[in-house]
Each structure stands twice: as structure tokens, then as C-alpha cells.
């Protein structure tokens, strides 16, 4: 017979243990009694009732282990049954929970009592609940910011197609170049999309190098130097002579992106700085910028992705809010950090630090 549960299983095991326990000590009495009334014979060999009050005192003793036995074995029984279901009973919540789970409700949890591993396990159950209802959370916002940035776009192409169909707008080559434009813009927010999708699988891998910081700087600085001279913001660098382990390709990438913010959000006539400097077993890289700035605020939310400040929106600079999570996520996969001080008005800094080794 398969015994099906916990809780059946636990009962089993108990009255078991209690039984063999129980024979092992009626054994030892009986054989105990019998050995020492045979003693008292060989003592007293002229005690004459000595025959019958062996026979009497034994079957007394079996007669009590009998009742006992018939006691015992019901407590035990109803003791095993309660003791078992204690035990068994946050195993069979946390079950319920995790199938709960599986059918997709992510907000039960296990009620956790007392301070041993099962309460642990409900804790560690209950933080994987929480870690998979924040993914769905950001899965769902991430589908609804997709659609949101492509509907836009698509809409206004759509537009302005029917409108040169239906003859009401002429097909001027200013036209189709905007047009092209903007096509080129959902390419690149599609091709982030893709970069920062591939950057979060837990596969990605850098292919780190020991490598010149100033020599990486300069040449992130180069493919963007001209866009600097075209709006007339001015770019410098002083860089320290650090060598530190790093992928260059993508922590150019970084760069470049958080050069292309400053040059983006500072107006002519502005300055762009950027510096490095060691601290202790790290190495700082700080951007600053002359430029529109950043609320408290916002400068948490910025590293979000398709966070975009409110001043950014209302002024059309173009770009999708990507950028920055793109950075965050590289930065932090060379076990780096990186945050934004700011002052509205008057230009924002952004740290870097990475680890020397
Ligand atoms: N140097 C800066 N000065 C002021 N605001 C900034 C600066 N850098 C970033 N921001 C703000 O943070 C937002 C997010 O930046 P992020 O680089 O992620 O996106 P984006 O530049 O708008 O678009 P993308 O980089 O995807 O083309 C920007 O829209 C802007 O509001
Ligand atoms: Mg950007």
C-alpha cells in the first residue's frame, strides 16, 4: 500500500517508532521479572507458594502491558495525528502557495511563524513570489512603453502618407526626408530595444581587457567631437593614467551615450568636461555639463528605461529614454555605479566608478 501526504506519512513513522519502542520496554519487563523470580527460587528454594506467585505476578505484568498497550497505541495514534499535522502544516501551505503561484497569482504569500528553516523557506518563498510579480510588473509596463513610442511615430507617418495620397500634402523631398527621419528613429529605438534585451539575458558576457581609461575616453570622443563643433559646445578632458580591466567596445558605448545626452541637453555656447580620477581601489569618471539640468527628482527616475525629464519631453530633443538604462546596465555588469548629480538650470554631472581589478 502507497502512503499518500505528508501528514499520512509523518502519523506512520510516529505510531511506529512508538510501538517498537513500547514492545522493546514490555520485552525487557517480562524477561526482567522471569529472570529475578527465578533467582528468588534458587534463594529460597523452601518458599513453597513460590510456583504459583510466579505464575500470578507474570500474567499480572502481561495482563497491565496488554491494557497499556491498547492505551498507549490510541494516544499515540491521536498524538502522532496532531503532532504530524503541525509539522506538516506549513509544507502544505507553502505548497498550496507555490501552486497559486504556478497558476500565475502573484500576490499570495506564505504566513510564516517561528524562527527555523521552514520559516526560512516560507521567507525564501515569499521573496521569489515578490521578485516575479515585480518582472511581471515591468514586462507589463515594458510592453505598454513599446507600444506607446511606436504607436506615435507610426501614426504621424500614417498621417501624413494618406494626406500626399489624397493629394492634400505634396511629397516635397523636405518631406520625405523628415519622414526618413523618423523611420530612422524607430530603427534605432528598436535596435536599443534588441541591445538592452540582450544586455539583461543572464548569458551576456564582456569580453573584458586591461585597458588605457584616457585612450577609451579619446576614442569615444572622437565619433561625436564634430556634432560638439556643429552646435558650439565645447569639449575638454583631463584624463589621469589609469589602466583597469574593461570592454572597451561597451564601455565606449557608454560613452558616447553619455556624451551625446550632454551635448543633446546643454544649449550653445555650453561646456562638456570630462574627467577620471583614482579612488582607492577604483577609478571615477565624471561627465559635466553646462546644460538644462535635472531635478532631484527626476535624476533617480532618468536610469529607467524610457524615463524621460518633463523639460526633455516639452522641448522635442528626440530620443526615446533608453540611453541611460543602457548605460546603467553595462556599467553594472563591470560591477561599476553610476548616478546623476544635478542642479535644474545650471548642468548636470554624471559619476562612473569601476573597480580597479
Ligand atoms: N546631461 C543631461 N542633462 C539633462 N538631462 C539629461 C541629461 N542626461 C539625461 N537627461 C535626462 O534623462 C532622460 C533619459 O536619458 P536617456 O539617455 O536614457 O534617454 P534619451 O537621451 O532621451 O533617449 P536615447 O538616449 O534613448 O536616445 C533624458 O530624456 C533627459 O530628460
Ligand atoms: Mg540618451
Known sequence: MKIKGLHARLTLIFILAATLIFTVASLVILLEVHYHFKMFQMDAPNFRAIQ?????????????ILWTSVGVFLLVCFLSYIVAKKLSKPLVNMRKVAE???KGDLKTRVKTQGHDELQELGLSLNELASQLENQEIARQNMTSDIAHELRTPLATLKSHIEAIEDGIFEATPERLHSFGEEIE???????DLEQLTTFEAPGFVLEKEQEDLGNVIQQSLNPIKESYVQKGVMLSSSNADIQLPLD??????????????????????????????KLDSKAQIIITDTGIGISDEEAQKVFERFYRTEKSRNRRYGGSGIGLAIAKQLVEAHEGRIW??????KGTAVYITLPLS
Open 100 to 102: 497559486e503561484m504556478a
Open 340 to 345: 546623476i548629480e544635478s542642479v535644474p538650470e
Open 52 to 64: 504459583p506467585l510466579t505464575l500470578h505476578f507474570e500474567r499480572a505484568v502481561l495482563g497491565s
Open 248 to 277: 572597451k567596445k561597451r564601455m565606449m558605448q557608454v560613452f558616447i551615450n553619455l556624451l551625446s545626452n550632454a551635448l543633446k541637453f546643454t544649449p550653445a555656447g555650453g561646456t562638456v568636461t570630462v574627467a577620471t580620477k
Open 185 to 191: 528613429r524607430l530603427i534605432s529605438l528598436v535596435e
